[in-house]
């Protein structure tokens, strides 16, 4: 956007301790700086200095006393320009007395620290009598958005205590909302308004908002438009990333290797604050089963409160993490049992009408039809034959193939989360402007609204048009988020249609075009706007009592991914993958193929080359594209299939078109990758001397994968890495 008249720029005062008490802040130096305006701390705070992004009002604005992370924001410096303001942020001088800190999930554990609101599942007896019994561990790591636009704002005072904020928000509501709270306002004086997101990935559910409320009370005080622009290196140290999670599970079977029971203990690590983890281990909680069939299953989910940014919404939100930790245990019982990976999953599947461990009974479950023809698809059975004769032939190079599948539940776990609204307004030339509370964050989801609308309407898309989402013009939008925008916008944009469609029937009946028909209804006075509205009915999970539904339904897939690894660096190469989704009848098969394609690679990425890496004081070390890797091009699979279930109902689907939930449920089938690296590893350590089972933890970095092929070189150098979390 271009620069306001007079506008300013904030930059952020930051502690440089994870844990300590704050002694003094001196200005003086930065105050000093040319070209700089003002500082303001939390004595500047004209209404409430702290807010929450979920269940717990945790998290200050600006530290007032002690400091709970480096990163954590203590003030910010107003100036001319961002590098003036930057420099001059720099010379603020800050004494601590440094306090005990905690930065791993094992450091939380130890030390007891945790958020608390403690969650599980129970159904049935764990106690149950089983014939075997299975213990292990899986850690998994954090994950950075890194979406290619970091977070921004630019706040405009507008006089008579009205405010306009431009974020970057996934968000736009809750923004409004905090604004307000923070600068002691009521919520009618604030309007936050976006056009689309250079990439949200869940990072910008909710952390774009303390940098939302910082530039509005600098806008406040100075009575200037203020803006800020993260930097790559403050935006990945200081805006949270995916939780990390360590399970520890328990798992028995019965004398035929069905599953009876599962005992597991989750955490994660929240970070500072509690933000959105809660619901994190929610969802996971609910992913814990992934696609398997167990009576008796107990999981509790713990919070670690830890000194290191705060943690939160990244795609998947939790259900990934459960997902590997569910495939983990299965992955390692097959290895113990000595079955076939596959065949002990697809025994374990569930079927059509059971329920699972939160009580939803599974219908439309079409998970094994989708599986098995994936299956056929990608050649699988002849492939893993030929991957043994190259292991057999191949000494430092093996392959590994996988087949995963996922199941993914579609709703908020937050009840009230589950609504949605539209806006329309006919103008007399017959253009339409669409409104809904859904931002575009490149997943497509206008493109989407304006299909539903042209065919709700009967009318080109071109006559269609989105300007931005607002909270003027849709008021209380939940986050665009959980995959379930297009599903809750798309019907709140079709109520409103129906109610135009409505008022407009006599003029269609009379078989006028549709510039005639919005002619003739102007001059007979009738209202050409509507504001659409949607609940998600049926919904209403009780936590404890386990009752109640949980989810509106689910999405399911599948993937087989086939990898080559070099034993020597520890590096791989991904020769092939191969993705079937059940996505409904989808709205838009060009971008649900989209979805697939980009929430793969970044499920990929996760598991195999993105590490966060944390001193031991606290301080990211993983801080810039430099020492953090994602995917690039040259990681993409070199094959790379996507196709749809074939031949299958959506009876029980009840959304918009009976279309489904496509942008998160494909991340966690990238993690597909991950586990044909540890089959590759599997061949490996049969040569070398370590047949059965193995433990490796996710991410697989080459220098992972390397201390894992149990050769006599990694044997000779083993030195425990450094887990992720
Ligand atoms: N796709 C793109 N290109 N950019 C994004 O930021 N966010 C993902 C997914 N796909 C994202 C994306 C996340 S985390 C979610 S929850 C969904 O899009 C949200 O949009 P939807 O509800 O319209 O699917
Ligand atoms: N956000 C949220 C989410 O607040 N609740 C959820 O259940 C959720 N699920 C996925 C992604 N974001
Ligand atoms: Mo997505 S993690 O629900 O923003």
């Known amino acids: 956007m271009p620069t306001l008249h007079n506008e300013l720029y904030g930059a952020m005062v930051l502690s440089s301790r994870a844990h300590a008490k704050i002694v003094s802040i001196d200005t003086s130096a930065a105050l000093a700086h040319p070209g700089v305006k003002a500082y303001y701390g939390h004595k500047d705070v004209p209404g409430n200095n702290v807010w929450g992004a979920a269940m717990f009002d945790d998290e200050e604005i600006f530290a007032s006393e002690e400091v709970h992370c480096v990163g954590q924001i203590i003030g910010v410096i107003v100036a001319d320009s961002q590098v003036i303001a930057q420099e001059a942020a720099r010379k603020v001088k800050i004494e601590y007395i440094d306090l005990p800190h905690v930065v791993t999930i094992d450091e939380a554990i130890a030390a007891d620290s945790f958020i608390p ?129 360590m399970g520890k599970w328990k798992v028995g079977l019965d004398e035929n290797n069905k599953l009876v029971a599962l005992d597991t203990e989750l955490y994660l690590n929240a970070g500072w604050s509690s933000d959105l983890s809660v619901a994190v281990m929610e969802r996971a909680l609910g992913h814990i089963d992934n696609v398997y069939y167990i009576p008796n299953v107990r999981a509790v989910g713990r919070c670690c409160r830890t000194n290191i940014h705060s943690n939160t919404a990244f795609r998947g939100f939790g259900g990934p993490q459960a997902n590997v930790i569910a495939e983990t245990y299965m992955t390692e019982i097959a290895e113990r049992i000595g079955m076939s990976q596959e065949q002990f999953r697809e025994m374990n599947f569930y079927k059509e009408g059971q329920t699972t461990h939160f009580n939803q009974e599974l219908k439309d479950w079409h998970l094994p039809k989708g599986y098995f023809q994936l299956k056929e698809k990608s050649n699988f059975d002849a492939r893993k034959a030929a991957i043994e004769e190259f292991n057999k032939q191949s000494k430092w190079r093996k392959r590994g193939i996988s087949l995963i599948p996922t199941k993914y539940g579609i709703s908020f776990t937050a009840l009230h989360l589950n609504q949605a609204g539209a806006m329309i307004h006919i103008y007399h030339d017959g253009s339409v402007l669409l409104s809904h509370g859904g931002v575009e964050m490149g997943q497509g989801l206008h493109t989407k609204m304006i299909q539903v609308c042209a065919e709700g309407l009967q009318i080109p898309l071109d006559m269609i048009h989105i300007v931005e989402t607002s909270t003027d013009k849709v008021a209380n939008a939940s986050p665009t988020a959980a995959s379930a925008s297009s599903d809750m916008n798309g019907m709140a944009v079709k109520d409103a249609c129906d109610q135009i469609n409505e008022r407009l029937e006599a003029y269609r009946a009379k078989g006028l075009s549709w510039k005639e028909i919005v002619h003739h209804a102007y001059f007979d006075r009738v209202n050409l706007s509507a504001n659409g509205f949607y609940k998600v009915p049926d919904l209403g999970y009780k936590w404890g009592e386990n009752k109640g539904q949980l989810f509106f339904y689910f999405t399911m897939g599948a993937a087989v991914s086939e990898v080559e690894v070099d034993l020597l660096t520890g590096s791989h190469t991904v020769i092939r993958s191969d993705v079937n989704m059940d996505l409904g009848r989808s709205i838009n098969p060009s971008i649900d193929i989209g979805q697939i394609e980009g929430a793969f690679i970044q499920g990929m990425g996760w598991s195999t080359t993105e590490e966060s890496l944390y001193f031991p004081n606290g301080r990211l070390f993983t801080q810039g594209p430099g020492n953090y890797k994602i995917p690039g091009f040259q990681c993409i699979p070199q094959e790379f299939n996507i196709s749809f279930f074939e031949d299958v109902t959506h009876e029980s689907v009840k959304t918009v078109y009976k279309s489904k939930g496509v942008g998160e449920p494909p991340l966690f089938l990238g993690t597909s990758v991950y586990f044909a690296i540890r089959n590759a590893l599997w061949y490996a350590r049969q040569e070398n001397g370590h047949p059965g089972s193995f433990s490796l933890s996710l991410p697989a970095t080459p220098e992972r994968i390397r201390m894992a092929v149990g050769d006599s070189i990694a044997e000779s150098s083993k030195l425990e890495a450094k887990q992720g979390e």
Request: hydrophobic letters at 35%; proline letters at 2%; glycine letters at 10%.
């Open 117 to 245: 609101l403690t969650k599980s599942i129970v159904k049935g007896d764990v106690d149950a009598k089983c014939a075997k019994v299975f213990e292990g561990q899986t850690r998994l790591g954090g994950q950075e958005q890194f979406y290619l636009e970091t977070q921004v704002v630019l706040v405009n005072n507008k006089g008579e205590s009205e405010f306009e904020i431009y974020a970057s928000t996934q968000n736009a509501n809750e923004t409004q909302a905090v604004v307000a709270s923070v600068l002691g306002l009521s919520a009618n004086k604030i309007a936050c308004k976006v056009k689309r997101l250079g990439g949200g990935f869940g990072g910008k559910e909710s952390r774009t908002i303390p940098l939302a409320c910082i530039m509005s009370i600098a806008s406040y005080h100075t009575k200037r438009p203020v803006r800020c622009m993260l930097d790559r290196n403050e935006d990945m140290a200081i805006s949270g990333q995916r939780n990390p999670f």
